[in-house]
């Protein structure tokens, strides 16, 4: 079965710091990569994803994040964070041989100070 | 015009008891899911529905049924509340079952269960 790694249970960061959640995954075969986010009392939105394709991937609010297939890591990073990127910041895996279920890590709460 | 909508957002209720929870989706996809996030914010599949058809079920108590009238509605209905039960809900929907269609999440359900 899938795990999904990410090791940064709570991190605090002062604004305009720059940003980088680790996310590690267990498959072995081709997988399609997630990074979700949740506000406060609000629900997961998309942030980036990865099908193929260039491995450094560009999302949304300034957001971006590499695959690297090696180390079966996808990473996610901003250069310069903000007050309101305080959230709760999910990294997930399926396989696209299998059916599209997804296998979430356990999810990085992201505090930043202004 | 939201995309994902479930009904309530609250449900507290005493052990025992027998609750549903709604959700529906306008976006025309033909997959929907639940999630549930315990209290340490860990996300896992519990369902999903293609077509109508059940295709994943994990191993979630038998007392959790999913039921679906039309491709547009995926409940979870559970029976014999338990105290363990407590967590929040989230429903999703994508297109079809492969693994290149990204989930779109509801606001969630927050069930306490007394």
């Known amino acids: 079965a899938q795990s999904v790694s990410q090791h940064n249970h709570h991190v605090i960061l002062s604004e305009a710091a720059s940003l980088e959640l680790g996310c590690n995954y267990s498959?072995?075969?081709?997988?399609?990569l997630f990074w979700y986010v949740q506000y406060p009392g609000q629900h997961l939105q998309l942030l980036l994803k990865y099908f193929s394709g260039d491995p450094l991937v560009k999302g949304i609010k300034g957001f971006e994040a590499e695959f690297i297939k090696s180390k079966f890591s996808f990473n996610l990073r901003k250069p310069s964070v903000q007050w309101s990127d305080t959230a709760e910041y999910f990294c997930a895996v399926n396989q696209i041989s299998g059916a599209n279920n997804l296998f979430f890590g356990t999810g990085t709460r992201l505090t930043v100070i202004p | 015009d939201t995309a994902v909508s479930q009904t309530p957002k609250y449900l507290v209720t005493q052990m025992g008891n027998d609750k549903s929870i709604k959700c529906e989706q306008n976006l025309g996809h033909d997959t929907m899911y639940w999630y549930k996030q315990d209290s340490k914010k860990f996300l896992k599949i519990m369902f999903s529905y293609n077509n109508k058809e059940l295709i994943i079920n994990e191993t979630v108590p038998n007392r959790f049924s999913p039921k679906s009238p039309d491709k547009a509605h995926l409940n979870l209905h559970i029976n014999s509340l338990e105290l363990g039960d407590s967590a929040v809900y989230f429903c999703?929907?994508?297109?079809?079952?492969?693994?290149?269609?990204?989930?779109?999440f509801g606001p969630g359900t927050r069930l306490t269960v007394l």
């Open positions: 498959y072995g075969g081709t997988v399609n």
């Open positions: 999703a929907s994508s297109h079809a079952l492969a693994g290149y269609n990204e989930q779109f």
